[in-house]
């Protein structure tokens, strides 16, 4: 957890594995030790009577119950968990209550409110799980995706867990359309969230949202999982301004070969690099050049690419060496990342752990980086 996440949010915490396989630290953000703010990691461990405890004297079953409990109580923690960065149920082990196996969602639990906007795969509206989660429902249109290749896949996805990811929660495959329930984003996709804000984001806020970005691609680079179609309109913003990256691996299920076919009008030809234009070719170096042009996006507050060009001329201008230009709010080493990532060749381009760490030393020394424009 970075602590821009949470900016000055006492008690930011977020729920992960650590190194060792099974078991799961707690981290939470404070700022009673320092004014900038101090990350504390505290393992959930497992008494003799198989009972989860954060605090010796309060042990519990499972482990919502255990963040439950010290949501209210800080009870040995520095401070209380006040609210989750990353999300919750998704995180923790099939022994604690949530069986990982709970992919599967029971409609009659599903309360739909407000509808958000419209997805590739059809309808997307507010709603609440259980009475008291709030959860986006995206319901899949007949005859727009792959169905029963996406519910197979589906399992693996679910298992994919970072405060940077937009967390799948489950599906409902009992009806027609089916339904897939997600973590709920307030402040919806990033390229519109860049056009309403423009001039009032400020240059750490650009970065920062880089930042996120590229620690769910760092994740999902880790996983081995290919995005596919990275752009700003498939990432998410939370009410505290995080970035998450949203849709993964979704553009493998859809039906339209207008959306699949590199030779369709609605292929994301100005985010793809030279060898999935031609070869079709994905790699994780082919979400690296997406990478590049979602911090284009950023730098630019949600300018188009190659803004007036067709996709055919865009192919032809790519394959002849030519690289899209320096945004106005980009310093010359911010841009030199951004134009790393559109190496001709993919083993030319960094790795997204590699990009991570450029771009958090740009975020420790900012004076460093302005003072070279």
């Given at each position: 957890?970075?602590?821009?996440?949470?900016?000055?949010?006492?008690?930011g915490?977020?729920?992960?594995?650590?190194?060792?396989?099974?078991?799961?630290?707690?981290?939470?953000?404070?700022?009673?030790?320092?004014?900038?703010?101090?990350?504390?990691?505290?393992?959930?461990?497992?008494?003799?009577?198989?009972?989860?405890?954060?605090?010796?004297?309060?042990?519990?079953?499972?482990?919502?119950?255990?963040?439950?409990?010290?949501?209210?109580?800080?009870?040995g923690?520095?401070?209380?968990?006040?609210y989750?960065?990353g999300?919750?149920?998704?995180?923790?082990?099939?022994t604690?209550?949530?069986?990982?196996?709970?992919?599967?969602?029971?409609?009659?639990?599903l309360?739909?409110?407000?509808?958000?906007?419209?997805?590739?795969?059809?309808?997307?509206?507010?709603?609440?799980?259980?009475?008291?989660?709030?959860?986006?429902?995206?319901?899949?249109?007949?005859?727009?995706?792959?169905?029963?290749?996406?519910?197979?896949?589906?399992?693996?996805?679910?298992?994919?867990?970072?405060?940077?990811?937009?967390?799948?929660?489950g599906?409902?495959?009992?009806?027609?359309?089916?339904?897939?329930?997600?973590?709920?984003?307030?402040?919806?996709?990033?390229?519109?969230?860049?056009?309403?804000?423009?001039?009032?984001?400020?240059?750490?806020?650009?970065?920062?949202?880089?930042?996120?970005?590229?620690?769910?691609?760092?994740?999902?680079?880790?996983?081995?999982?290919?995005?596919?179609?990275?752009?700003?309109?498939?990432?998410?913003?939370?009410?505290?301004?995080?970035?998450?990256?949203?849709?993964?691996?979704?553009?493998?299920?859809?039906?339209?070969n207008?959306?699949?076919?590199?030779?369709?009008?609605?292929?994301?030809v100005?985010?793809?690099?030279?060898?999935?234009?031609?070869y079709?070719?994905?790699?994780?170096?082919?979400?690296?050049?997406?990478?590049g042009?979602?911090?284009?996006?950023?730098?630019?507050?949600?300018?188009?690419?190659?803004?007036?060009?067709?996709?055919?001329?865009?192919?032809?201008?790519?394959?002849?060496?030519?690289?899209?230009?320096?945004?106005?709010?980009?310093?010359?080493?911010?841009?030199?990342?951004?134009?790393?990532?559109?190496?001709?060749?993919?083993?030319?381009?960094?790795?997204?752990?590699?990009?991570?760490?450029?771009?958090?030393?740009?975020?420790?020394?900012?004076?460093?980086?302005?003072?070279?424009?």
């Open positions: 957890v970075s602590c821009d996440d949470n900016e000055d949010k006492e008690g915490f977020v729920v992960r594995e650590s190194s060792q396989k099974g078991v799961y630290t707690v981290s939470v953000f404070t700022k009673t030790s320092s004014a900038h703010g101090d990350i504390r990691h505290y393992q959930i461990k497992v008494s003799e009577a198989g009972q989860f405890y954060l605090a010796e004297k309060h042990t519990f079953t499972s482990i919502p119950e255990v963040i439950h409990y010290h949501e209210h109580n800080a009870a923690l520095v401070t209380r968990l006040r989750a960065v999300p919750m149920g998704s995180c923790v082990p099939a604690s209550g949530f069986s990982s196996e709970k992919w599967e969602i029971n409609p009659s639990e309360t739909f409110m407000k509808e958000l906007g419209s997805g590739q795969f059809g309808v997307v509206r507010l709603g609440k799980w259980r009475a008291q989660h709030r959860v986006a429902i995206k319901a899949i249109r007949e005859g727009a995706m792959y169905e029963e290749d996406f519910i197979e896949e589906a399992k693996v996805m679910m298992r994919l867990c970072h405060p940077k990811l937009v967390q799948l929660y599906v409902c495959l009992q009806q027609r359309p089916l339904l897939i329930v997600a973590e709920f984003m307030e402040n919806g996709c990033l390229l519109n969230f860049l056009r309403q804000r423009r001039r009032s984001l400020t240059e750490a806020w650009l970065l920062s949202m880089c930042q996120d970005v590229c620690e769910g691609m760092e994740y999902l680079e880790g996983q081995s999982f290919l995005h596919r179609d990275l752009a700003a309109r498939n990432c998410l913003v939370n009410d505290h301004k995080v970035v998450k990256v949203s849709d993964f691996g979704m553009t493998r299920y859809v039906l339209d207008q959306y699949t076919s590199s030779s369709g009008a609605k292929f994301p100005k985010w793809s690099p030279p060898e999935v234009l031609h079709s070719k994905y790699s994780s170096k082919s979400d690296v050049w997406s990478f042009v979602v911090m284009w996006e950023i730098y630019s507050e949600g300018r188009t690419p190659f803004e007036n060009r067709s996709n055919l001329d865009v192919v032809n201008e790519i394959t002849r060496g030519v690289r899209l230009y320096r945004p106005h709010r980009a310093t010359q080493p911010l841009f030199t990342i951004m134009y790393q990532c559109w190496h001709e060749k993919p083993q030319g381009r960094p790795s997204f752990s590699e990009l991570l760490e450029e771009i958090r030393k740009l975020a420790e020394h900012p004076d460093s980086h302005t003072l070279l424009l």
